[in-house]
């Protein structure tokens, strides 16, 4: 399993998430991929990371293989991540993770998945999570009573168009 925040504030490209997702993958191998290890002794001699995103798939692909119980990515926020991210990973990486089988578990909100859906993948499994009023009421009580000095009337006007406002169910 590898997991990545794709956090809209990290200027995180292609190449570094894959590296992400690669080296965690590799923490759980018992030994690494010979391709791998070919790379990384050059690393251990030139002191530099110059590896090419397509160098970086094959290792990627290479290192999956070597699970025999398959691989689950979770990619978190996928929504949270820069459109031109989210992009590159629709019209590159996803088709390449269909290939190799790995299993993806793709978190953010309802508009960027569907559209992936329909991009990358036949038949995905979407489950629906969304916030129920009795979750927001209980959260935003706990938060303005910590914050704010509030009336019972005014905390309950802002309660309940907050609650409006997050579609809870």
């Not at 991210?85 to 569907?114: A, E």
Request: proline fraction near 4%.
């Amino acid at each position: 399993m590898a997991y990545a925040y794709l956090d809209y504030q990290e200027k995180i490209d292609r190449a570094e998430l894959m590296k992400s997702l690669l080296v965690q993958l590799l923490d759980q191998c018992s030994e690494l991929p010979p391709d791998v290890k070919i790379e990384y002794e050059r690393y251990v001699e030139n002191k530099k990371d110059n590896l090419k995103e397509d160098r970086i798939a094959e290792m990627f692909a290479s290192c999956t293989s070597k699970f025999k119980d398959g691989v689950f990515i979770i990619l978190d926020a996928f929504d949270e991540a820069r459109p031109e991210l989210q992009l590159m990973l629709k019209q590159k990486y996803f088709q390449h993770f269909v290939k190799l089988k790995l299993q993806l578990f793709i978190t953010g909100r309802p508009q960027p998945l569907k559209e992936i859906k329909t991009a990358s993948f036949t038949g995905p499994r979407e489950l629906e999570n969304s916030a129920k009023d009795k979750d927001i009421e209980m959260y935003l009580k706990k938060e303005l009573m910590l914050q704010y000095s509030l009336d019972e009337r005014t905390r309950d006007v802002i309660l309940n168009s907050l609650k409006d406002k997050a579609g809870g169910k």
